[in-house]
Every structure is written in C-alpha cells, then in structure tokens.
C-alpha cells in the first residue's frame, strides 16, 4: 500500500520549437502558455523559440482539437491523451500539486504511460527519419 502516500507529479506538457516566431506567436495568440526564447548554443546555429503549454485540462484540449492533424507525433499524443485519461481516476492529495493513483494497478499503468511517452520523446528517437509511406497517408 505504498504508493497511496506518494504523490505522482507527471503532467502532460506540449511544447512546440522553431527558429520562425511567426508559428511560436500563432500558438501562443491562439492557445495562450509560455513563450521561451532559446539562445543558439554554438556559432552556426539560429536563436529559436519555444512554445509550451501545461496543464493536464489545456493540453488534453489542444491535442483532441489537432489529433485529426497530427501525423508525426500521433502515437506520441495517443499515448498522452490515454494517460490523461488514467489520471482522471486520481485522488487529489490536500494542498499538493501532485494526485494519488486510487490504486496499484492505476500506479503501474501510469508508470507504464510515462515510459511510453519518455521512448518518443528520446534524444536519437528516429520518428522523423522514417518517412511515411503515401500509401499509409490515405
């Protein structure tokens, strides 16, 4: 009965880099967060820009209304909105930003979510290298 005292801090975040402004100042005008600009670590790379949105009611929002568009990132959003979902089942713990899964199974399934998440998000992850068939376009 362990995990019924630890707080599970996990939220669903999205966040949208570029080196054009114009699309990080589209979605911050469209969809309100935060804006970060990022300064260029070597000599020959560009200053960019970063949008990001918190919240697990925002996000859940913003990925339903552009899951219909996504294909990059699809599996990626799936995988966020089923987690999402899961922690719907949460008990909030007194003052704490953190929720308490109601129970062991709805603890591993998050733990199994997050891992998910965390593989497509990576550094090395390939999504983009491999390019999607026009036949699995239609």
Same mark, same amino acid.
């Given at each position: ?15 949208v880099?570029?080196?054009?402004k114009r ?7 469209k ?5 970060h600009?990022?300064?260029?670590k070597?000599i ?5 820009w +970063?949008?990001e949105?918190?919240?697990t009611?925002r996000?859940?929002?913003?990925l ?7 294909i990059?990132?699809r599996e990626?959003?799936k995988v966020?909105?089923?987690y ?6 949460f008990?909030k ?5 953190g ?5 062991k $199974?709805?603890?591993?399934?998050? $733990?199994?979510?997050? +891992?998910?998440?965390r593989?497509f998000t990576?550094r ?5 290298r491999?390019?999607?068939?026009p036949?699995?376009?239609k």
């Open positions: 009965n362990n995990y019924r005292r630890v707080p599970f801090y996990s939220d669903a975040v999205v966040k880099a570029s080196v054009d699309l990080i100042d589209y979605l911050y005008d969809f309100g967060g935060y804006l600009k990022r300064k260029a070597k020959y790379h560009k200053d960019s +970063a949008w949105m918190k919240g009611l996000v859940e929002e913003f339903r209304g552009i899951y219909p568009f996504i990059i990132k990626l959003a966020i909105l089923e999402i979902e899961l922690r719907k089942e008990k713990v007194g003052r704490h930003r929720c308490v899964p109601t129970t $199974e709805v603890y591993d399934k998050l $733990e199994l979510y997050i +891992a998910r998440a593989k990576a090395g992850h390939q999504t983009h491999n390019p999607i068939s036949a699995e376009t």
